[in-house]
């Protein structure tokens, strides 16, 4: 079966607080990364449903992330 790959890119004042806030949630199939105010997670699946549910958990631990970087930076 082929792999189902995707990219989410976001901008972020702290980037890399966000990354690193965010990272020990992604499953296996994820990897995140920040370059300067950008944080890159890359997923990938076999299955688009399951992919789909992986990144909707995706973004909201990064909404989270997002809000806990910003009240640390204040």
Do not use: W
């Amino acid at each position: 079966m082929k792999a189902i790959d995707g990219e989410i890119t976001t901008l972020h004042r702290n980037a890399s607080c966000v990354a690193g806030a965010i990272r020990p949630d992604n499953l296996l199939s994820m990897q995140t990364t920040a370059s300067g105010d950008m944080v890159r997670t890359v997923v990938s699946g076999p299955k688009l449903r399951s992919l789909i549910a992986s990144v909707d958990d995706y973004l909201m631990n990064l909404a989270i992330a997002e809000e806990l970087c910003s009240y640390a930076s204040d």
